[in-house]
């Protein structure tokens, strides 16, 4: 191997200096560095014979080149910036070798200094934040979008505990409409988009739409209004139906589970088992603007003093506005940090790629009822991402977009410029992630925030730490950085909510999960929306795949969560996520302080 160094300034040396110095110069070598004279000086009185030319071109063993570095680090401002190889291919590293090359920092290199709090208890704390610019959180987790993390069960009960479930798009497209619908419609306690079927519809098609939609009350229009079934169980959502139920259905009856229950053959008829209209407790006001509908207590008493569970919202014409249950009405009182919007439904949000039917999927996600759409693909900071932000703010003005993701300052502005209105920060740093050495590219997450923060606050764009929070420490280290929430893979991976199965192995309960750069993951995809199944020859993945531990419910697991960073505000004496980013100051630790940190010095229980 030959090195190309540039001059040297030193001390040993200057351009007065000639070979007939050389035997001294070597010697003062030897005695500074401990070379062996017999085998270097030839090596260095070329380089003195060629101080005149500024170029120093040596030939020299592997572990003679250490000591040639530590003493150009010593005795120069810059060091070797190119190194040549033996087809004389040159390359030239910005920053290789020098001495400002970067430290990468991740959550366990640092600590929070524990400040002065006026904090009684960490329950003063507030941890409401934002997604992005117009998707709020009530807690500052959301689930991340893999195919064994986030579908519907999660993404519900994620809104429900304040949170969000981002549902992936490693699924058909018509399917992952589904998917938004079921969110939407899982808590609404008023239902302006409800099912509405005709009296002439069948058992056969009232239990089809019944098992696609998990939903079993019907509101039934006169005969001359029939709905196109097709369209029906193609996705009751996508035609907009808040629309087409002001005024333009006429109720003549309500279809009720325990109605249901009595049809027995296909053939049965609605109108033969539907409550009539003469028989339905209904409440009849004027066309209303949004906003204006009744209150969830006042609809709560009128179900309890007429004893009935569910009550449409009609027009003095008998024109159907919404339906109410009163089922919905106690979700309401059971969970009161849930992420609803001014409808009183949850939010939720989808995963959607850079390119192919990207524009289409976002369209159809959209009209199903989606309240942000995240642009997932590996690396953010590229011109494919750029283009697709850029398209879809053309196409969809009023939707969120939320991209990444992306490792630096830089990467987050172009993201920010080209219309983001959040940004996804890591790379290479989840569990199942082997993006960095596979690649060998990626930044430690603590440097990654802190390079990204910056440019997020300037332009006041939410930002998502996503991968290695290990545990609620690192979240709350995350949050003080400067991120405004957290986003989960493998830790509410295990919960009983993921789509991934619960399977008996090694004596406990575990579930399987994967990452999305996998081969396992891509085979799945492919099978999905069947496409070519990826070659295990030609494929390169980024992830593996695995096994973790079930951990039951998803809402006690992130009630542990939610705890732990309000008990990481309290330290801090902050009352909320902005006065924590402002008061926190950090201190870096030595692996000895990372082992003190955690249990060490006895024989912990199993």
Request: a neutral charge.
């Amino acid at each position: 191997m030959i090195f190309n160094y540039p001059p040297l300034k030193t001390q040993l040396f200057d351009k007065n200096q000639n070979a007939g110095n050389t035997d001294y110069k070597i010697q003062d070598l030897h005695q500074k560095f401990g070379f062996k004279y017999d085998l270097i000086s030839t090596q260095f009185f070329y380089i003195i014979c060629e101080l005149e030319k500024n170029k120093y071109l040596c030939t020299i063993q592997q572990n003679q080149i250490n000591t040639l570095f530590t003493y150009t680090l010593v005795n120069s401002n810059y060091i070797a910036s190119k190194m040549i190889s033996n087809t004389q291919e040159s390359f030239q590293p910005k920053t290789l070798l020098t001495p400002n090359l970067q430290m990468g920092l991740t959550f366990n290199d640092v600590l929070m200094v524990p400040q002065y709090s006026d904090i009684n208890s960490r329950s003063e704390c507030i941890v409401k934040t934002k997604f992005s610019k117009n998707i709020p959180l009530n807690i500052p987790i959301v689930s991340s979008p893999m195919d064994t993390v986030t579908e519907f069960k999660m993404a519900k009960e994620m809104a429900k505990c304040g949170g969000l479930g981002i549902i992936h798009r490693f699924m058909p497209m018509t399917e992952q409409c589904k998917q938004v619908e079921k969110v939407k419609r899982a808590q609404a306690h008023i239902l302006f988009e409800p099912i509405m079927v005709s009296k002439n519809s069948t058992y056969k098609e009232i239990k089809l739409v019944a098992e696609q939609y998990t939903f079993q009350t019907f509101l039934v229009t006169n005969e001359d209004q029939v709905i196109n079934q097709e369209d029906l169980l193609k996705s009751p959502m996508l035609s907009k139906r808040k629309d087409d139920c002001n005024g333009q259905y006429t109720l003549a009856g309500i279809l009720t589970r325990r109605d249901i229950k009595n049809m027995r053959f296909d053939t049965d008829k609605v109108a033969d088992f539907m409550t009539p209209r003469e028989k339905v407790v209904a409440h009849v006001m004027n066309k209303p603007d949004e906003g204006q509908f009744p209150e969830p207590e006042f609809l709560k008493e009128l179900m309890h003093s007429k004893r009935i569970e569910k009550i449409p919202i009609v027009t003095p014409d008998n024109k159907i506005l919404a339906l109410v249950t009163l089922k919905d009405l106690y979700r309401l009182d059971g969970f009161p940090i849930a992420n609803r919007d001014s409808e009183g439904k949850l939010y939720v949000g989808a995963a959607i790629g850079a390119k192919d039917d990207y524009i289409e999927r976002a369209k159809a996600l959209i009209e199903a009822g989606v309240d942000v759409l995240v642009v997932d693909i590996a690396n953010g900071h590229s011109q494919i991402c750029i283009d697709a932000i850029k398209k879809l703010k053309e196409n969809f003005e009023d939707i969120d977009i939320v991209a990444g993701s992306v490792a630096t300052g830089q990467g987050a502005e172009l993201l920010i410029k080209a219309g983001a209105d959040g940004i996804r920060c890591g790379i290479g740093n989840g569990s199942i992630c082997i993006t960095r050495i596979v690649s060998g590219c990626g930044v430690p997450q603590f440097s990654a925030l802190s390079d990204v923060a910056p440019i997020c606050k300037q332009y006041q764009v939410p930002l998502i730490s996503d991968g290695g929070n290990k545990n609620s420490g690192n979240m709350c280290k995350a949050l003080a950085i400067g991120a405004d929430c957290v986003m989960l893979g493998r830790l509410v991976g295990g919960c009983e909510e993921s789509p991934s199965k619960i399977i008996y192995r090694d004596g406990k309960l575990q579930k399987v999960y994967r990452g999305m750069a996998g081969y396992g993951a891509n085979l799945s995809k492919a099978q999905r929306i069947g496409a070519d199944e990826p070659s295990s020859t030609n494929f390169t993945p980024e992830g593996v795949e695995g096994y973790i531990p079930y951990a039951g419910p998803l809402a006690g697991v992130l009630n542990q969560f939610v705890q732990g960073i309000k008990s990481g505000m309290s330290y801090n004496g902050a009352h909320n996520i902005q006065e924590l980013q402002k008061k926190v100051q950090f201190i870096r630790m030595t692996q000895s302080g990372f082992q003190e940190s955690g249990v060490h010095s006895i024989n912990q229980f199993q």
